[in-house]
């Protein structure tokens, strides 16, 4: 009896060692490719990207975990800045122009204007010669 549950936990320890899935088998000695999803198409590395594991595609050679996961890299710990500031500079707040019409007539927008100031131009203060 002991020396069937010592030989069936054997070959468990051993199949352990082995091939992740039949898949795994049949690509592991083909060139290391592994794809992942993004948003536009499938990217394709020559190493896992372990930080994108979620969006793996499919992979040829060895399965991306049996490749160590790098250590993650240290956060620094926010500091203020130590230099005191005496001068900031702040853009004027654009003021919005009301499209008022002139002679019954709602002018069209200036877009030259309001591409540079963000804001349409006052037209009652712009008058058409024609």
């Not at 795994?24 to 020559?46: G, N, S």
Request: proline share 12%; net charge negative; hydrophobic share 30%.
């Amino acid at each position: 009896m002991h020396k069937a549950i010592k030989s069936t936990a054997l070959f468990l320890f051993l199949g352990g060692c082995g091939y992740i899935d039949a898949y795994e088998e049949a690509v592991y000695d083909q060139e290391p490719v592994y794809c992942y999803k993004t948003l536009a198409a499938v990217q394709c590395f020559k190493e896992p990207q372990h930080s994108d594991k979620q969006r793996l595609v499919n992979y040829y050679g060895p399965h991306p975990s049996r490749t160590d996961e790098p250590d993650k890299p240290e956060v620094p710990e926010l500091q203020p800045p130590t230099e005191s500031i005496s001068k900031w500079v702040k853009d004027p707040e654009p003021v919005p122009q009301p499209r008022v019409r002139v002679n019954g007539i709602l002018p069209p927008l200036d877009l030259a204007n309001l591409c540079q100031t963000g804001m349409p131009v006052d037209w009652t203060k712009k008058r058409l010669l024609s």
